[in-house]
T-cell receptor, first 113, second 113 residues
């Protein structure tokens, strides 16, 4: 199966540590998105890449959050100096240019203790 | 700011009954999405509605879109237990960068035997 894959699936970290999540999109998809979902809420858009270009990042939650997609394939989302409020599921999604459907990965659960 | 409101937020229904979930949004929209999410899992794409009057059906689920009223509905026919999940609508605002979805809070559906 060549769906969107995310790693790690679960991460427990101490407050103040840095964490990085990886996303591998569906292979022919040039658009990649990061969303965050907290318990009982719908996903919240964070950032978006078309190929390697990050076209929207104003909705990253703070300057502790950053994302990269260096070769237009996989992407990473880094959270520096984690806080308890960062505990959430981080979802990656991808779509093809002009495609209507956005496919989500299984998500990476982050718990900050 | 785009707002997406779903109702009801919680829905318990008996097997075999029909019900409708409503999704209202506050701005013009290019397209509207419906997703299903099982507990602890990612989002499964159900429907993408692209124009006023669009209607799509898959099994016991039917979605429709009225862009003039800024309203989408997800109708459940003869519910079965397997439909128990949380259902989200999401809006892709007209003219926005591709696929920055704004999600509703979700409708948690429980189908009782």
């Amino acid at each position: 199966d060549t769906g969107v894959s995310q790693d790690p699936r679960h991460k427990i970290t101490k407050r103040g540590q840095n964490v990085t999540f990886r996303c591998d999109p569906i292979s022919e998809h040039n658009r990649l998105y990061w969303y965050r979902q907290t318990l009982g809420q719908g996903p919240e858009f964070l950032t978006y890449f078309q190929n390697e270009a990050q076209l929207e990042k104003s909705r990253l939650l703070s300057d502790r959050f950053s994302a990269e997609r260096p070769k237009g394939s996989f992407s990473t989302l880094e959270i520096q100096r984690t806080e308890q409020g960062d505990s959430a599921m981080y979802l990656c999604a991808s779509s093809s240019h002009g495609g209507n459907t956005i496919y989500f990965g299984e998500g990476s659960w982050l718990t900050v203790v | 700011e785009l707002k997406v409101e779903q109702n009801p937020l919680f829905l318990s229904m008996q097997e075999g009954k029909n019900y409708t979930i409503y999704c209202n949004y506050s701005t013009t929209s290019d397209r509207l999405y419906w997703y299903r999410q099982d507990p602890g899992k990612s989002l499964e794409s159900l429907f993408v509605l692209l124009s006023n009057g669009a209607v799509k059906q898959e099994g016991r689920l039917m979605a429709s879109l009225d862009t003039k009223a800024r309203l989408s509905t997800l109708h459940i026919t003869a519910a079965v237990h397997d439909l128990s999940a949380t259902y989200f609508c999401a809006v892709d605002p007209e003219g926005g960068s591709a696929r920055q979805l704004t999600f509703g809070s979700g409708t948690q559906l429980t189908v009782l035997p």
